[in-house]
């Protein structure tokens, strides 16, 4: 007979009626503690604010310094830059002046030609950058005509850099522009320094030609004046005066030896310096004087003595 069933039953309870209903033993019930489930932990909410801006801020360039200043300021006071009054035909004329920039206009696929003074000698050139221009030089003429030329050009444009020239004569410093097409044909240089120092020997050697004395006839001139003390070779051949000046004649190497001071000696023996001018081999005393003497030397000094001695006693002299 099969009990009633009142109430519904488990899992766990139909097996034990299972084992009962058969004759087998059932084992008590195994009781499985269960895992309390964690509470969860309230997130708290995100407070809204004001969202912030990420600004970069750019570093200042450093300002440059005093020295930088006044460098950049005596470099642009020195450039030359090319003005069409200087031009003749395509070949632009520059003063030469030491010290100066000259500016200089290239082109690509354009020389640009730089022509020193005739019988210059190059030494060397020098330039900042030269993987993006071209620098070479030649020569043209023979002889006292032979002038060297130094070429440039850029391999394109935009480029800037400098060039440092130098002669047996002087240095010459130039700043390379390179444009889209604009390119200075040729240019040279002017040398007023060099015409001043040719104006100066033409003058000297017209000086030396001249006579030392104008206006005056040999019966003016008075010749009596001893010439006494050491003989170095530029010992005066004689000495004369016109009445109003002395003259003393040296010989001809004392235009490329060392000229001898001349000094005034007073009756106490006491000796100072005179105003004079070397004219020729003349010295050109503007005063009549008693007695004079030429020194030169430092550890051995010699002296030469000139004394201007009574006509009367030359005349005996003579004879």
Same mark, same amino acid.
């Given at each position: 007979m099969i009990p009633r069933i009142l109430a519904p039953l488990s899992a766990v309870s139909l097996l034990a009626l299972g084992a009962v209903a058969f004759g087998q033993t059932v084992p008590a019930p195994v009781t499985v503690p269960s895992r309390p489930v &964690?509470?969860? %932990? !309230? %997130? !708290?909410?995100?407070? &809204? =604010? !004001?969202? #912030?801006?990420?600004?970069? +801020? #750019? +570093? /200042?360039p450093h300002p440059p310094s005093r020295a930088e200043v006044g460098v950049a300021a005596a470099n642009r006071a020195a450039t030359r830059e090319p003005v069409v009054a200087g031009f003749i035909n395509a070949v632009q004329i520059y003063p030469f002046a030491e010290g100066s920039l000259y500016q200089v206009y290239a082109a690509p696929? /354009?020389? %640009?030609?730089?022509a020193l003074q005739a019988g210059e000698g190059l030494i060397s050139v020098a330039a900042g950058d030269t993987a993006r221009w071209v620098i070479g030089d030649t020569t043209s003429g023979n002889g006292?005509?032979? +002038? %060297?030329?130094?070429l440039v050009k850029p391999f394109s444009a =935009?480029?800037?850099t400098n060039v440092v020239i130098t002669t047996d004569r002087r240095s010459y410093h130039l700043a390379l522009t390179s444009t889209a097409g604009t390119a200075m044909v040729a240019l040279s240089w002017t040398y007023p320094q060099d015409a001043l120092l040719a104006l100066k020997r033409v003058v000297d050697e017209r000086q030396a030609a001249a006579p030392v004395a104008t206006g005056i006839t040999p019966e003016q001139l008075h010749f009596n004046y001893a010439i006494t003390g050491d003989r170095p070779a530029w010992r005066p051949l004689r000495a004369f005066d016109d009445g109003r000046q002395t003259y003393v004649e040296f010989p001809a190497s004392i235009a490329v030896g060392e000229? &001898?001071?001349?000094?005034?000696?007073? +009756?106490? =023996?006491?000796?100072?310096l005179v105003n004079y001018r070397l004219q020729g081999r003349f010295y050109?005393?503007?005063?009549?004087?008693?007695?004079?003497e030429l /020194?030169? =030397?430092l550890t051995h000094q010699d002296v030469v003595r000139i004394t201007r001695i009574e006509e009367a006693q030359a005349k005996r002299r003579k004879s």
């Open positions: &964690p509470a969860a %932990t !309230p %997130t !708290p909410a995100a407070v &809204p =604010g !004001p969202a #912030k801006a990420i600004v970069h +801020r #750019k +570093r /200042r696929e /354009r020389v %640009t030609d730089i006292a005509d032979k +002038r %060297t030329h130094v =935009g480029l800037a000229a &001898p001071p001349l000094f005034l000696v007073d +009756r106490k =023996g006491d000796a100072q050109v005393v503007d005063r009549i004087f008693d007695a004079a /020194r030169l =030397g």
